[in-house]
Structure formats: C-alpha cells, structure tokens
C-alpha cells in the first residue's frame, strides 16, 4: 500500500480546497445525527443525485464529513433531552442527561464533541498509518468471536441495573425477547409476528429507541415544569464561556481515557455488521469496569459521558476500513458509499491503495480535517445550545413528540412503524414510572437478535458443535478477557471489605 508525505501532503490540500462543502455536509450530519430516525445512512441516499454527479473524490468527502458528524450529532439530544439521536448514542444518555439534569449540559456537550474528536481523529490517525496490519483484524473476527465481544456489551446490563438488579435484569429480557420477534435468522420461521408481516424483518430499531426514549420521556416531562432542577436552572442562568472552558479542560485531563476508549471502538468497528452501538456500549462497560469509583456511573460523571462518545467515533474509522481494503462494507453508510463508489468504476480491495491510494487515504484524511472544522464550529455554539433545556416542557415535549414521530415514519414510511412507536412510548413510560431500566431493555433490543444470529451461524457451520465457541484461538484469548472483566469487580469489592474489617479492627 503506497503511502507517502507528498500523498498525504496532496490528500490534505485536496480537502482544503473544499473546506465549503466539509462545512455544509458536517452541518448536515450533525443535524441529522441529532434527530432519532434520520440516519446518515438514509441522508446520502437522498442525496444520491448529487454524490454520483460530482468526481468521486468530491462525493467522498462530502459523504464522509457527512458520515462522522452525524456520530457527533447524536451525542446532542442524549444530553439535554435524554433521547439519543442514534443507537450509537444511547449509552450516553447514562450519565450526559445527569450532567444536564444537574445544570452542567453545557461542560457535558464539550466533554461529547472534545471526546468525539479526539475519539475520531486518533482513531483516523491509526487507520492512516497501521492500515495494512489493522485490515487483517477483520479476518479473524466470525461468528464465534463476535459472540463474545456481544456479550461483552451484554454485561453491561448487570451494571446499568446495579440500583435494582431484579428489575434490571427483567427489562434486559424483555429487550431479548423483543428482539428476537421477527424470521429466524436460519430458518425464516416467523416468531411473535402476530401475523402482521410489517414484523417479519424485526421490530424496527427506530420505533423501539424513538418510542422508550423519546415518547415516554416527553410524556414523563409532561408531569413537570422544566427538565431542570431549581439549582440546575440557576446554574444555566449563569452559565458563560467559564463552562464552556471548564469542560475543555475536564476533557484533556481524561485524554487516555479518550484514547483507549476510541481503539475500542476502532476495533469494534472493523468487524463487518458490528457498529457504533455496540461499541460504545461495550466502551463504557469497560470504562467502568476499571474505574476507581464504578458506583458513580449512571450519577452524570464525564467518564460516562466520554467513553461512549470517543468510541462511536471511533468506530466510524473502523466502519470503513472492511469497505476500503476487502470491499465489504462494515455498517449500513458504508454500504451507501460502496454503491456509490462502484458506480463511478472504484475498484475497492488492495488494488484501490496500489492504483488509486489517494482515494483509500484521502477518507481518513478527510476524517480529519471534518473532526477539526467540527469542533471549531460546535464549541462556541455550546452555551447556546446547552440552553434548550431550559425550554419550559409544555412548550418542549410536544414538540419532541411531533418531530420524533417523523423520525419514527421516515426510514420504512409505514403507520405501522407509528403505532408501534407509540406502543413502545407507553412500554417505555410504565418501565420508567415502575423503576424498570429502560437502557436495559434497548441493549437487549440491539444486541440480542446480533447475538443470536451470530450463535445460529457458528452452530450451523460447525454441525451443531458446542465446542465451536472455544475452538479459535482469538476467541478464547477474548473469553479469558471476558472472565476477567465479570471476576474483576467481585475482586475489587472483595478487597474493599476486607480494608474495611482491617481498618475497622
């Protein structure tokens, strides 16, 4: 793979040129990244017209910019509204809406973009330059080892439900349950369609994350006044560029936690039909899993709000890399991008970074160059948008209603997806009143039907063999990790009792 300073040096100039058109399309996708149901995947499909229009170079860079803002954007609405712009974002509802709740929204959002950010641009920064080894990764991850990097994430349901681990534990199977509804991933048999063929694909994401998160925490602001606590209102009187500046620098006293949380999602990423979600839930597994004071995720602390955030963003660095150097796209936009660049005669694989290495270079470039113009733009703009909580809630949750209902009705167009969203709405509204987890529930939502299909699949090339699971060596070097992070905290617990009985005799 031909890379050299003068290619960079080009690739970089290239993007400058079009420094306009990264502004519009990273405006665009932060706009969309923070509406539940507009994807960017559904985004670059209407703009189609344009994309293959231009040179290609030209509709990568606006695809892309595109593409890592939206990751950016959905971090937005998790904070102040508690209703996450894509499955990528939910995890940071955990402890950015807390953040909000509290009156500190606005060091919140710095604590997402910087996170976002420096996620996303070291994450490029190793795709640029250990491209040929991290592509290989992508060959050693199949069924079995996907099987348990999704339990990894699975766990999280335990810690998330740590308040009330019955009820906790209750939501995530119902989430499981509701996940499996739908035609077997093997068989096609149809399971709890209820005869409506609307469900035959699954229940759609979309109405389930629109319906528990959106619906029903506009229904639970209807029973208040503002989102805000007295003192949270009064501290976002007050709030200035002091905040702002705050949460800058409570992000660069985390920048290792920036960093490893973004590799996470790097390498979730690369496995082709894993994704952000994934990734940043299992991110902010890990990152409580070896902090000092797990207790207080889930209270609004920055290191909930940034090991989600880096690792959706650096999951959008790995997305690509499957597309670029096997030709198999790891992520519904990059199935977007691979049709666009096919039409325009893109021969993907090796061969792009030994006849057109500027192409396969220049995404993660322009990776960067889009990361820099959005923090730049996106910072400042922080202390008025942490503002939007302080929108009295008879005026804010209709609206919230109104414009997640198009969200919910765009990607399939049915009224079905509608009423399923509102039942979800009422699902989620009982959880809520009942001290059921919803997050619980949506991980099992998102990773059950993953889990299961990848179960199925190793099953059945295997012959039915249970032992499949312990037969890779990759596989077993990620359960041993998966042993040791559920060991861990019963460890960790075990040793403060035992300083406590010392301490006390």
């Known amino acids: 793979m031909n890379l050299s300073f003068s290619l960079l040096a080009d690739q970089f100039l290239l993007n400058f040129s079009y420094l306009w058109l990264i502004v519009i399309a990273t405006t665009i996708g932060i706009i969309i990244g923070a509406m539940p149901g507009f994807g960017s995947a559904n985004t670059i499909i209407m703009l189609l017209p344009f994309t293959l229009a231009v040179d290609v170079d030209v509709a990568m860079i606006f695809m892309v910019s595109l593409f890592v803002a939206s990751h950016m954007g959905g971090g937005i609405t998790s904070i102040l509204l508690n209703i996450p712009g894509n499955g990528g974002s939910a995890a940071t509802c955990l402890d950015g809406y807390p953040m909000a709740k509290k009156g500190l929204g606005q060091q919140a959002l710095v604590l997402s973009f910087v996170a976002s950010t420096v996620g996303g641009m070291v994450t490029a920064l190793m795709s640029i330059f250990l491209l040929p080894y991290i592509a290989r990764l992508a060959y050693y991850m199949h069924s079995v080892e996907m099987v348990v990097i999704l339990l990894f994430g699975i766990t999280l349901i335990a810690s998330v439900a740590s308040d009330n681990m019955l009820k906790g534990l209750i939501a995530g199977f119902l989430g499981l349950l509701i996940g499996a509804i739908g035609a077997d991933h093997i068989y096609s048999t149809p399971r709890g369609t209820f ?17 528990v998160f959106a619906i029903s925490e506009a229904l639970i602001m209807m029973e208040q006044s503002s989102v805000l606590s007295e003192t949270g209102m009064q501290m976002m009187k007050q709030s200035g560029w002091k905040e702002t500046w705050e949460g800058v620098v409570m992000s660069f006293q985390r920048t290792w936690h920036m960093i490893w949380t973004g590799i996470i999602g790097l390498i979730i990423g690369i496995v082709p039909g894993a994704g952000a979600s994934i990734a940043a839930f299992v991110a902010y597994q890990q990152s409580r899993l070896y902090s000092k004071t797990p207790e207080k995720y889930g209270t609004g602390i920055p290191e909930g709000v940034i090991a989600p955030e880096s690792a959706n963003n650096g999951c959008a660095s790995g997305d690509l890399i499957p597309l670029l150097v096997i030709g198999v796209p790891g992520g ?132 039915n063999d249970p032992w499949v699971f312990f037969s890779s060596p990759v596989g077993n070097i990620l359960w041993a990790a998966l042993a040791i992070s559920l060991a861990i905290p019963s460890i960790v617990q075990w040793r403060r009792n035992r300083a406590t009985r010392i301490a006390a005799a």
């Open 195 to 211: 005869g409506f063929i609307e469900l035959y694909d699954g229940v759609p994401l979309i109405a389930v994350l629109i319906g």
């Open 332 to 463: 519904t936009t990059a199935a977007v991008m691979l049709i666009v660049m096919t039409y325009h005669g893109v021969q993907l694989g090796p061969r792009l970074f030994i006849q057109n290495p500027g192409l396969g270079y220049g995404v993660f470039i322009t990776m960067l160059v889009a990361y820099a113009v959005m923090l730049f733009t996106t910072l400042p703009l922080t202390r008025w948008v942490s503002k939007l909580v302080m929108i009295p809630t008879p005026v804010l949750a209709p609206i919230i209603i109104a414009f997640t209902l198009v969200g919910a009705f765009a990607p399939r167009a049915y009224m079905f997806d509608l009423w399923l969203t509102l039942l979800f709405g009422a699902i989620g509204y009982v959880c809520r009143k009942t001290g059921f987890n919803v997050v619980a529930l949506l991980i099992g939502v998102i990773l059950g039907p993953m889990l299961e299909a990848n179960v199925m699949r190793a099953l059945r090339i295997s012959g």
